[in-house]
């Protein structure tokens, strides 16, 4: 009997909204759900050749992110069969796909399919708002249905993906989201949710900008809607962004043929 597994890294719940949709097409129960956000370091499942696995992250600088890559370099396929999703803010999605179908095919799974979708984008959210919307969901679905058929059909690899070797090169992002004194109540939910432990517990309401990834997570837990991104590169970039990529972006998948 086959398994089907979600390993990703979500850190503002679009990439792992896009991988609900797809087990909902592929019309599967999931046995086991791995946000990387949670721990970096977590214990993979060992997978059979019967086993399906979904294997997302978002795009960061074009590409997925370091940590992110490294935690997937520790999956072991065992001739499972993988599905490869990116999911990006409306810009592009550049080498992101391609890194994680490279990483699939080193650690030995079988691509069923692989699809970038469209995320809000989790720094510029005047960009790619509130995607994925009700199209990428009917897009999302048939994605899955179309990989349960392939699956079916035995018709896995051959998949052309999108990108450059040697993949874009990492560049960080000179933008941090700070917390407010006055609204912060001290709940510990972004200490606690941080991926990599750039707040503290005694004062929240600063970030260890040399550890932030940006990701945007403690953003989105912050029920005082007390951090957020601001400061004047924030608006430059962000009104620059908002006039360079508001014009929407359709999804793209492939199945094995
Ligand atoms: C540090 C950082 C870099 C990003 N780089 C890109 C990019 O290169 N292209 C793009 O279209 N979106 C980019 N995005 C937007 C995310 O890919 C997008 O918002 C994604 O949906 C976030 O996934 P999540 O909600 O699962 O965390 C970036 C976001 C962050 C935080």
């Not at 960009?127 to 699956?151: S, T, W, Y």
Request: aromatic share 8%.
């Amino acid at each position: 009997m086959s398994n089907l597994y979600a390993i990703y890294f979500s850190a503002t719940d679009t990439t792992s909204r896009c991988v609900n949709y797809i087990c909902r097409g592929l019309n599967l129960k999931l046995t086991s759900t791995i946000n990387l956000a949670d721990d970096f370091d977590v214990v993979f499942p060992d997978f059979t050749s019967e086993d399906i696995v979904i294997v997302a992250a978002p795009v960061y600088g074009g590409r997925i992110p370091a940590l992110v890559a490294e935690s997937f370099a520790r999956l072991k396929g065992n001739n499972a069969i993988a599905i490869a999703l990116a999911v990006y803010g409306n810009r592009d999605y550049d080498d992101a796909l391609l890194e994680i179908s490279d990483i699939l095919n080193n650690k030995n799974f079988r691509i069923v399919g692989t699809g970038a979708f469209i995320g809000q984008h989790s720094i510029f959210n005047k960009v790619g708002v509130g995607r994925p919307d009700l199209n990428d969901e009917q897009e999302l679905l048939h994605f899955g249905k179309a990989c349960k058929k392939a699956i079916e059909e035995n018709k896995l690899g051959n998949i052309q993906v999108k990108g450059n070797r040697p993949y874009k090169k990492i560049a960080g992002v000179p933008i941090h989201p700070k917390g407010s004194k006055v609204k912060c109540i001290k709940c510990g939910k972004c200490v606690a949710s941080c991926p990599v432990d750039a707040i503290s517990i005694e004062h929240p309401w600063e970030t260890n900008n040399s550890k932030c990834l940006t990701c945007g997570r403690c953003i989105h837990v912050c029920s005082q809607n007390a951090r957020r991104n601001s400061g004047i590169s924030y608006n430059i970039i962000g009104a620059i962004f908002k006039a360079a990529f508001s014009k929407r972006k359709d999804p793209f998948w492939t199945v094995g043929d």
